[in-house]
């Protein structure tokens, strides 16, 4: 089983739309938890984290955390074509050590 | 927010051969970070270059490919040696700036190699 996992996709939704993207995680004592955005051809770029106590919203992005079940989600509401993009979950278990990544989601937003 | 820049961006080379990426960051950082990201694949740490002292490698990456150098706090590089076809992939410096509820953290454009 992988550290840190997410559905490849692709996931396609229509504009305007809520994109809901998934990641789970083994380590039942993570404490932090991160999404980042990559674009095709660019260096990703870190959009939302959150700890251990609880979720966070941030514009469009919300980032929610269970965990009983060791999952993250992030929610992009109002979905845009400029959204589409792979996104990439990491989870530290301590908050000194190191980011593992999941593979990313790729996001695709239809006009 | 941090502005980092790498060199090269690309790079074609020979099997057998090394290429040193550089890093420089617009700002003075303790910590900096390497990673790599093969085609179509998530990102993985290399190692952990603190100035001053010996980079910190992960686990499956060792100082003799990989040398790191840190010689100030807004530049390191990062060696490929002897390479080889697998080492071909996009290889990323990183920074990250922490503080109470704060956490950011940047990426450098990437250098691009290709081991033919």
């Known amino acids: 089983q992988k550290e840190v996992e997410q559905n490849s996709g692709p996931l396609s939704v229509p504009e305007g739309a809520i994109a809901s993207l998934n990641c789970t995680y083994s380590d039942r004592g993570s404490q932090s938890f991160f999404w980042y955005r990559q674009y095709s051809g660019k260096s990703p770029e870190l959009i939302m984290f959150i700890y251990s106590n609880g979720d966070k919203e941030d514009g469009r992005f919300t980032a929610q955390l269970n965990k009983a079940s060791q999952y993250v989600s992030l929610l992009i509401r109002d979905s845009q074509p400029s959204d589409s993009a792979t996104y990439l979950c990491?989870?530290?278990?301590?908050?000194?050590?190191?980011?593992?990544f999941g593979d990313g989601t790729t996001l695709t937003v239809k006009p | 927010s941090a502005v980092i820049s790498q060199k090269p961006s690309r790079d074609i080379c020979q099997r057998g051969t090394s290429l040193t990426i550089q890093c420089q960051v617009d700002s003075q950082v303790t910590m900096m970070f390497w990673y790599r990201q093969q085609p179509g694949q998530s990102l993985t740490l290399i190692a952990t270059?603190?100035?001053?002292?010996?980079?910190?490698?992960e686990s499956g990456f060792v100082i003799d490919k990989f040398p790191i150098s840190r010689p100030n706090l807004t530049f390191s590089t990062l060696t490929v040696s002897n390479m080889s076809p697998e080492d071909s992939s996009i290889y990323l410096c990183?920074?990250?700036?922490?503080?109470?509820?704060?956490?950011?953290?940047?990426f450098g454009p990437g250098t691009r190699l290709t081991v033919t």
């Open positions: 990183s920074l990250v700036t922490e503080g109470s509820g704060s956490y950011e953290q940047y």
């Open positions: 270059a603190n100035q001053g002292s010996e980079a910190t490698y």
């Open positions: 990491a989870v530290k278990v301590t908050n000194a050590g190191k980011s593992t």
